[in-house]
C-alpha cells in the first residue's frame, strides 16, 4: 500500500467522533429551550427573571452608580498610604513583573498565554480609564513595553526556557527590595502598606513561604518515625480544624507574646506568619494526595538501586508527586488570595480594609454598592483568570498520564 | 546470617534503627526547646504585664450586652455563659446554613446538567460569580450594601405575613403548643408503626404478586394517626404566627436580624457554588451506560435519578461535601465582621475586657475544633453507611 491511501485512510478515520450537525435556530430553540412543556415554562420564567435582572443591573450600573468615590480613592485602592515620593518603586516593581510575564510567555507559551493576555488586557484597560493621570498613563506604557522586551528576550534566548521557572525567584526578591528597601533605597514600613498591592503582596508571601513549610510537614505525615508522624498530624489537623480568622487573631496576639522582651514586629508582617500557619496546613494536605499517588514499587526500585531514603524522596518520589499536585495547588492559591480579605478584620488596610475606610469617609456616605462592587470585581477578575489557567493546567498535564 | 565470620554487624551509627531512633530524639528535642522558648517569653510577658495563667477569670461577670441569643442572656451573667450564648449562635449559623446551602447546592447542581440551555447558563453564570470573589466581600456586601440599604421599617408594609425592612426579615413561623412534646412521642410511634405496615405489605405484594399499594397503607396509616391524635389531645402540635406590623417594629413570626441574614445569605450563596460543583461532578461520574441501561429497561427519567444516578453519585460526593460543611461552619466566624455575636466575636470581646488572651483563645480553638470533628464523625457514619458493600 503506498504510503498516499494510507494517509488517506488516515485523515477519513482520525476522528472517531460523528461529524458535528448544524442545527437550524428553530431546531437549536426546539432542542435546547422548548423540548417539553415543563421546559418551555422554565424557560419563559427564566427568561423573565434574567431580563429583569439585567435591566436593573445595567441600569445600576450605567445611571444610578456614583462611580466617583473609585476614581477619587484609585490610589488608595491600589497602594493604600505608600509615599507618594516613592512610588516609582511600585511602579519599577510592577516593571519587573511584567517583564518576567513577557520572558516566560516568550519561553514557553502554554500555560502563561492566558496571564500574558490578561495582563495586556488589564494595561489597555486601564490606560483608557479616564481619571487615570498622565504620569499613571506613561508607566503603563511602560509596563506593555515591558511585557514587549519580555517576549523578544524570551523568544531569542531557547536557554531562558529551563531557567525562567526559577528566575520567578529572582524576581520576588527583587520586587520585596524594590517595595521594602531592605535598607538600602529609603524603607518603607510595611504599615504603609495597603491596597491591592498589600492584597498581593501578603497572597504571594503566603503562597511562597507555606510552600516548603507544607512539603515538609506532608512528607513528615507519610513518615514512617512515629514522633515525626504524630507531630505533623496534630498540627495539620489542628490548623485545618479551626477558622482563618482565630489564626490571624492569635497570631496578632500572640506573637509578640511569644517574642522576646524588646523585640517588635509589624501587624503586616504578624498578618504574614498567620497566613503562612494556616496555609502550609493546606498545602501539606495537598501534597499528601500528590505523595499518595506515587506508586510503592517506585520507592522500592529506587531503594533496590542502592539510593538512600533522602535522595529516594528528592529525586524520585517529590519530583513526580509535586507534578500531581500542581493543579491543586492553583486552587489553593486562589483561596489564599481570596482569604487575604480576613486581614480588613484585624485593622490592616488591604484593598478590603481601604473599602471600608472608604466607605466610612462622609464625603462617599451610601457608595457602599459601588465600593464593594469594584472590590469584588477585581477579585473576580483575578481569581477567574487563575480557575481558567488551572483547568487549563490539568488538562495539559493529564495528557500522557494516567 | 549465613556466615556470621565474614559478615560484621555494621556499627550502631550505621544501624537504621538506631539512626532512625536518634533522628527523632534530636527532632523532638528541637520541637520541645522552641516550645519551651516560646512558653518561657510568654511567661515573662505575661509576668510583666501582672498576669498568671488562670481560668478563674471564667466565673466573673461579662458585663456586656449580647444583641442575639438562643437562650437568656444579662450582662449581669459570667463569662461562660457569654461564651456558650456565642457558641449557640454559631452553630445556629452553621446549622441553619449547611441545611439552606445543601439545598441550593443540589439544585444548582443538578440545573448545570439540565438539558435547558437556559437553565444551564444562568447556573453557571451564578457560579462563576460567587465562588471567585472572596466570602467578606460577600458578607460586607450583604450587610452594608443591601441589608443597611433596605427601607426603614417604618416605611414598610407587611405583605402576606413578611416584612422586609433595614431591621431584618419577619416571616410567619410556628408557635409551639403545650402538647409539642407529647405529639412528637406520637409522631415517632406513628412513623415506627407506618413503617412496619409498609415493610409487611411490601413483602406480601412480592409473595403474592398483586398490587397491594404499599406506600398508599403508609400514608394511610400517618393519615389516620393523626386525626386520632387531633380528637384526643384537642390541638395541633404548633400553631401558625403571623408577624404584625407595629409601627417601629414587629409581633410575631419569626424575625432574622439583619446581621444574621447577610452573614447567612453570603455563606449559602458562597459555599452552595462549590456544593453545585460536588454534585454536578458526583453525578458525572456516574457511567453513562447504566443510564442508558436504566433507560433501555424503560424507567422514567426522575425514577433513573433516584433509583440510579444518586445512590452512586452520593458515594463520591459525601466526602467532599463534608469538608464544605467544615467550611462552612469555620467561615461562620466571619459574622464578627458585621456584628453578629458568634463564638468569635464574643470571644474577643472577652478578650479585651480581661486582657487574658492565651486563655481565651485557647478555649476558642479547642471550641472550634470540637464543632469539626462532631461533623466529620456525623459525616463518615453516613459516608460509611451509603458506602459501597464490597467483598
Redesign the interface.
Known amino acids: 500500500m503506498n504510503t498516499e491511501k494510507l494517509q488517506q485512510i488516515k485523515s477519513t478515520t482520525r476522528s472517531p467522533m460523528p461529524a458535528e450537525v448544524r442545527l437550524s435556530p428553530g431546531a437549536w430553540l426546539k432542542k435546547?429551550?422548548f423540548?417539553s412543556w415543563f421546559?418551555s415554562i422554565?424557560?419563559i420564567t427564566?427568561?423573565a427573571l434574567?431580563v429583569l435582572l439585567i435591566k436593573n443591573i445595567a441600569g445600576w450600573t450605567f445611571f444610578t452608580a456614583r462611580w466617583e468615590v473609585i476614581s477619587a480613592n484609585f490610589k488608595l485602592f491600589m497602594v493604600g498610604q505608600y509615599p507618594i515620593e516613592q512610588l516609582w518603586r511600585v511602579w519599577t516593581a510592577l516593571l519587573l513583573v511584567s517583564l518576567f510575564i513577557g520572558l516566560t510567555y516568550g519561553a514557553k507559551r502554554g500555560i502563561s498565554t492566558i496571564m500574558f493576555f490578561s495582563v495586556t488586557t488589564v494595561y489597555l484597560v486601564s490606560i483608557v480609564l479616564p481619571f487615570i493621570s498622565g504620569s499613571s498613563r506613561f508607566w503603563l506604557v511602560g509596563a506593555l513595553v515591558s511585557l514587549g522586551v519580555g517576549v523578544g528576550i524570551g523568544m531569542i534566548v531557547p536557554y531562558l526556557k529551563k531557567v525562567v521557572g526559577y528566575a520567578w525567584i529572582l524576581c520576588f526578591i527583587l520586587v520585596l527590595f524594590f517595595i521594602q528597601g531592605f535598607g538600602i533605597l529609603p524603607e518603607v514600613r510595611t504599615n504603609t502598606w495597603g491596597g491591592l498591592m498589600l492584597t498581593m503582596m501578603l497572597a504571594t508571601i503566603a503562597i511562597v513561604f507555606s510552600f516548603p513549610i507544607g512539603v515538609l510537614f506532608a512528607l513528615g505525615r507519610a513518615s514512617?518515625?512515629?514522633?515525626?508522624r504524630t507531630?505533623s498530624v496534630i498540627y495539620i489537623e489542628?490548623i485545618?480544624?479551626?477558622?482563618?480568622?482565630?489564626i490571624l487573631?492569635?497570631a496578632q496576639?500572640?506573637v509578640?507574646?511569644?517574642?522576646?522582651?524588646g523585640v517588635t514586629v509589624d501587624n503586616v508582617v504578624r498578618a504574614m506568619v498567620g497566613l503562612v500557619i494556616f496555609n502550609s496546613a493546606y498545602i501539606a494536605e495537598n501534597v499528601r494526595g500528590g505523595l499518595q499517588s506515587v506508586p510503592n514499587s517506585q520507592v522500592e526500585a529506587s531503594h533496590a538501586l542502592g539510593l538512600s531514603t533522602f535522595k529516594t524522596t528528592v529525586f524520585i518520589v517529590l519530583p513526580q508527586a509535586l507534578r500531581v499536585t500542581i493543579p491543586s495547588m492553583v486552587g489553593q492559591s486562589?483561596s489564599i488570595l481570596?482569604?487575604t480579605?480576613?486581614v480588613?478584620?484585624v485593622g490592616l488596610l488591604d484593598i478590603?480594609g481601604i473599602?471600608?475606610t472608604v466607605?466610612s469617609n462622609p464625603e462617599f456616605l451610601?457608595t457602599?454598592?459601588e465600593v464593594?462592587?469594584f472590590?469584588?470585581l477585581l477579585?473576580?477578575v483575578i481569581?477567574?483568570t487563575m480557575?481558567v489557567t488551572s483547568r487549563k493546567l490539568e488538562r495539559s498535564l493529564s495528557v500522557g498520564h494516567n | 546470617m549465613a556466615e556470621p565470620s565474614t559478615h560484621k554487624r555494621p556499627p550502631f551509627w550505621r544501624n537504621q534503627k538506631y539512626l532512625n531512633l536518634i533522628w527523632q530524639l534530636l527532632f523532638l528535642v528541637f520541637i520541645i526547646g522552641f516550645i519551651v522558648f516560646l512558653a518561657t517569653n510568654a511567661m515573662a510577658g505575661l509576668n510583666r504585664a501582672g498576669l498568671g495563667l488562670s481560668f478563674q477569670f471564667l466565673t466573673n461577670r461579662a458585663s456586656f450586652p449580647i444583641g442575639e441569643t438562643v437562650v437568656s442572656f444579662s450582662p449581669s451573667d459570667t463569662f461562660v455563659r457569654a461564651l456558650y450564648v456565642g457558641f449557640l449562635n454559631t452553630l445556629k449559623v452553621s446549622i441553619v446554613g449547611i441545611v439552606l446551602t445543601t439545598i441550593v447546592g443540589v439544585l444548582v447542581g443538578i440545573s448545570r446538567l439540565s438539558s435547558n440551555w437556559l437553565l444551564r447558563t444562568l447556573s453557571t453564570w451564578y457560579i462563576e460569580i460567587f465562588r471567585n470573589t472572596p466570602v467578606l466581600v460577600q458578607i460586607f456586601f450583604w450587610y452594608f450594601a443591601v441589608m443597611l440599604a433596605m427601607p426603614r421599617i417604618q416605611d414598610v408594609n407587611a405583605n402576606y405575613g413578611f416584612i422586609i425592612s433595614n431591621r431584618g426579615f419577619v416571616f410567619p413561623w410556628f408557635d409551639a403548643n403545650s402538647s409539642l412534646w407529647i405529639w412528637l412521642a406520637l409522631l415517632l410511634v406513628l412513623l415506627i408503626a407506618a413503617f412496619l405496615t409498609f415493610k409487611w405489605k411490601n413483602k406480601q405484594q412480592i409473595e403474592q404478586g398483586k398490587k397491594l399499594y404499599p406506600s398508599l397503607w403508609l400514608i394511610g396509616v400517618l393519615i389516620i394517626g393523626i386525626g386520632v391524635g387531633y380528637l384526643v389531645l384537642g390541638e395541633f402540635p404548633a400553631s401558625l404566627s403571623l408577624p404584625e406590623h407595629t409601627g417601629t417594629g414587629s409581633v410575631g413570626g419569626y424575625r432574622f436580624s439583619p446581621e444574621f441574614a447577610a452573614i447567612l445569605f453570603a455563606l449559602v450563596m458562597y459555599t452552595a457554588t462549590y456544593i453545585a460543583e460536588i454534585v454536578r461532578g458526583g453525578i458525572l461520574a456516574v457511567p453513562k451506560g447504566q443510564i442508558e441501561a436504566a433507560e433501555a429497561l424503560g424507567l422514567s427519567s426522575s425514577k433513573i435519578l433516584r433509583f440510579v444516578t444518586f445512590p452512586q453519585a452520593i458515594r463520591t460526593i459525601i466526602p467532599p461535601v463534608t469538608s464544605q460543611y467544615l467550611g462552612l461552619a469555620k467561615n461562620s466566624s466571619l459574622a464578627v465582621a458585621v456584628g453578629y455575636p458568634d463564638l468569635f466575636s464574643v470571644g474577643s470581646t472577652t478578650l479585651n475586657q480581661t486582657g487574658r488572651a492565651i486563655e481565651v483563645i485557647t478555649i476558642m480553638l479547642l471550641a472550634y475544633l470540637t464543632i469539626s470533628v462532631v461533623t466529620s464523625i456525623i459525616m463518615n457514619i453516613y459516608n460509611k453507611y451509603t458506602a459501597l458493600v464490597e467483598r
Open positions: 435546547n429551550l423540548y421546559s422554565l424557560t427564566l427568561l434574567a514512617k518515625l512515629p514522633i515525626v507531630i489542628v485545618r480544624g479551626v477558622p482563618l480568622i482565630t487573631f492569635m496576639i500572640m509578640p507574646l511569644f517574642l522576646p522582651g486562589i481570596k482569604d480579605t480576613l480588613a478584620t478590603l473599602g471600608r466607605t451610601g457602599q454598592k464593594f462592587v472590590v469584588a477579585f473576580w481569581c477567574f480557575s
